[in-house]
């Protein structure tokens, strides 16, 4: 499995409380290969609403 984690460049706060990426406020993403050139992939993404991604319910 490979993975990756992606801190933010902004620092981030809550109630006036700074938040370290090991609060879980960065992007991680894992690539396990399955075979046939394919793999899965999971992660945990965290996004401001500004930064342009639309808010959707999952398909």
């Given at each position: 499995?490979?993975?990756?984690?992606f801190?933010?460049?902004?620092?981030?706060?809550s109630?006036?409380?700074?938040?370290?990426p090991?609060?879980?406020?960065?992007?991680?993403l894992?690539?396990?290969?399955?075979?046939?050139g394919?793999?899965?992939?999971?992660?945990?993404f965290?996004?401001?609403?500004?930064?342009?991604?639309?808010?959707?319910?999952?398909?």
């Amino acid at each position: 499995m490979y993975k990756f984690s992606f801190a933010r460049k902004e620092t981030v706060t809550s109630h006036h409380r700074v938040l370290l990426p090991a609060a879980g406020v960065n992007t991680a993403l894992n690539f396990q290969p399955v075979g046939g050139g394919k793999a899965a992939i999971n992660g945990d993404f965290e996004y401001y609403r500004r930064e342009g991604m639309l808010d959707r319910a999952p398909a």
